[in-house]
């Protein structure tokens, strides 16, 4: 009922009881929510009409229907603040500002909750910003209005668009009067521009009539604001063009702005004062007297009769102006006396003065159940003492309890990790002994069966003496390469554990010297050339002297494996700032990346066969990591398949 009402007051406001009368009557089941909406409807109408009692009549009606009901409803919720706000409004209009202030509080609390800001909120905060700037308090006003155009512009869902529109241009024009209240002329000037934008592309009603005539009120109660700006400027013919379009919307009588027309009218009266203009003014002032007889308005109509006095004035009338200028005095007195008791309210100390209130209040019912609480207290406390005592007792005794549940706890977690690091030791021992098993098992089981048949053939067979020869030329190639596998096992097995290094102060460039004499016999018999690179001078260094040269022998030994027949190898020493870098670089086969990260493995599945056929056990390289790192250093390779490969030691100092 109230939204078909509120558009009979912008299109047809005479008709407006009549409409709602027959919207109530031709309902045969009235419910407490029509009831409540036909009693709303006659107060709107007699607020709009300026019969501020009968409208305080009939919104108690409605109050005294919506009181009973669930707010919890969203529809309820709404009617409580329509009916709460309505009557706050119409005290504020009659001068009675506590009782404004108090209705106002009262739906504070509801409209600050999340569900009710949007609908409920936004206009709160707009009512009290029109009050903070009936006080002249502009900064207040301001910040109050912009709080509702925040939280307005966040309501794109809880508002329908029609509504958004008409609430967020007013806010817009109230921001710029507070500005221009101010002083501020230019900020005004921005929002006053802000709200016509929203006036023009937005819609205010989906009834285009209702739509019309709510966006042509709305645009003229800015461009009279902008044509006060027009006349601080000096620009008064553009003022003048603003104001009187204001006057042609808004000078008829059921239109809601008629009291902004009436301000335009007298706003454009001393326009033609300024511009002495006086059968204009006259003209004007006339006309305007005519809607204050209609239509009362206390501050135009001091403003008439002070207008009215600077005309006679003007135009040498004494008697005429002494009149006009009694009758302004007198009026002004009241209005200022007005003004004094509104000023004299202050929203913001009401709002504070309402929560001490309350807080106090609750103070009192805070002390009647302390008082409860202190005996529910005493013997609480009794028994808890009694409690303690029971539990302190039986507390040092279960912590005692505890104290030797920890040590024995602690003792055979100990024993625990102990042997759990026994096993994972004795697991990965196991695992070694089972692969080095395997490798005997396999390298070893065909080279001394082979022999063993060879040796057989010798014995028992009547064969030429040169066959003979090589059969037995085969057995001891064969059991050299078993002794060679004998040998790297026995080495891997020693190294299985923590290797006990025996060093003393031995000359790196002898060791290197003699290892490199030693393999090139070896590498002789494939025709290769060994090239030792030495220091410039000796250079003793802490190191086990027999391990040193069997890992030098290893690296050594595998270049002349995996090199061609002919090739060279180099070794060379490089002394750098707190190491020694040993580098064996040959152009054989090299190594494929996939291989790099695993030749240094123990027992690792990387054996190859060299160029000449020799076997490949696959320890050599993982022994001299070992002796290579017990020594506190490292070993790396680089290398390129068939460019060779370079194998890098380096030790400290």
């Known amino acids: ?113 999340p569900d009710n800001k949007c609908g409920i909120g936004v206009k709160l905060y707009n009512n009290i910003g029109l009050i903070l700037f009936r006080q002249q308090k502009y900064e207040g006003a301001k910040n109050y209005f912009k709080q509702a155009l925040g939280i307005l512009d966040s309501c794109s869902v809880n508002l329908n668009i029609a509504n958004k529109v008409a609430v967020k241009q007013e806010l817009l024009d109230n921001i710029g009067e507070s500005f221009i209240n101010q002083g501020n002329i230019d900020s005004a000037l921005v929002y006053y521009r802000r709200a016509l934008y929203i006036i023009e592309s937005g819609k205010f009603s989906p009834d285009p009539l209702q739509d ?68 204009k003014m006259k003209a004007v002032l006339a006309d305007l007297r005519k809607g204050l007889d209609t239509i009362q308005n206390s501050e135009v109509e001091l ?52 929560r001490q209130q309350i807080n106090y209040v609750v103070l009192q019912k805070d002390n009647q159940l302390s008082h409860l609480y202190l005996w529910i207290t005493i013997v609480i406390s009794i028994m808890a003492v009694t409690i303690v005592a029971l539990i302190y007792y039986y507390y040092r005794k279960g912590k005692r309890n505890i104290r030797t549940l920890t040590l024995l706890n602690r003792e055979v977690g100990e024993q625990k990790e102990k042997i759990e690091f026994a096993m994972v030791e004795l697991e990965k021992s196991n695992k070694d002994k089972a692969r080095i098993l395997r490798v005997v098992a396999h390298d070893l089981r065909d080279p001394i069966g082979g022999a063993a048949t060879l040796v057989n053939t010798v014995i028992n067979e009547d064969l030429p003496e040169d066959y003979e020869k090589q059969n037995l030329n085969l057995v001891e190639k064969t059991l050299i390469n078993s002794l060679g596998l004998i040998n790297s096992l026995v080495e891997f097995d020693l190294a299985g554990e923590r ?106 599945g990387t054996r190859r066969v060299g160029t000449a056929g020799e076997k490949s056990f696959g320890l050599g390289l993982s022994i001299c990591r070992q002796i290579v790192e017990a020594h506190g250093g490292k070993i790396w390779v680089q290398s390129e398949p068939e460019k060779g490969a370079v194998f890098f030691v380096e030790l400290p100092l």
């Open 1 to 113: 009922m109230l939204a078909l009402t509120d558009r009979m007051s912008v299109i047809d406001r005479p008709k407006m009881l009549h409409y709602a009368d027959s919207m109530y009557y031709a309902q045969k089941n009235k419910s407490h929510f029509l009831e409540a909406g036909h009693f709303m409807a006659y107060s709107n109408y007699y607020d709009l009409t300026n019969v501020p009692k009968k409208s305080l009549l009939y919104t108690d009606s409605a109050i005294a229907i919506i009181d009973k009901e669930n707010l919890s409803d969203s529809s309820w919720a709404r009617y409580y603040f329509a009916a709460h706000i309505k009557k706050a409004n119409v005290f504020f209009k009659t001068g009675d500002y506590p009782q404004a202030i108090e209705g106002y509080l009262k739906i504070k609390e509801l409209a600050d909750k």
């Open 212 to 279: 019309k005539i709510s966006r042509s009120v709305s645009r003229g109660v800015v461009l009279s604001n902008i044509a006060q700006i027009f006349v601080k400027e000096n620009k008064l013919d553009s003022a003048e063009i603003f104001f009187r379009e204001n006057i042609a919307i808004n000078a008829i009588s059921y239109k809601n702005e008629i009291k902004n027309a009436q301000q335009s009218q007298l706003y454009l009266a001393d326009l033609y004062n300024k511009k002495k203009e006086y059968p």
């Open 303 to 354: 403003g008439w009769r002070k207008l009215m006095a600077e005309y006679d004035n003007n135009n040498n009338l004494p008697r005429e102006e002494l009149i006009y200028y009694k009758s302004y005095v007198s009026l002004k007195d009241s209005i200022d006396r007005l003004k004094l008791a509104i000023n004299q309210s202050d929203f913001n100390k009401e709002l504070e003065a309402k």
């Open 499 to 604: 290797i006990q290094l025996d060093k003393e102060w031995t000359d790196i460039n002898e060791i290197l010297k003699h290892c490199a004499a030693l393999m090139q016999l070896i590498a002789e018999k494939k025709g290769q050339r060994l090239h030792f690179t030495a220091l410039q001078k000796p250079l003793p260094i802490l190191i086990d002297k027999e391990r040193t040269a069997r890992m030098v022998n290893n690296l050594i030994g595998n270049a002349i494996k995996f090199s061609k027949a002919g090739q060279a190898i180099y070794i060379e020493l490089e002394l750098r700032v707190k190491t020694i870098l040993i580098s064996v670089k040959d152009n054989g086969i090299g190594i494929p990346p996939e291989m790099q990260d695993e030749i240094f493995n123990t027992l690792g």
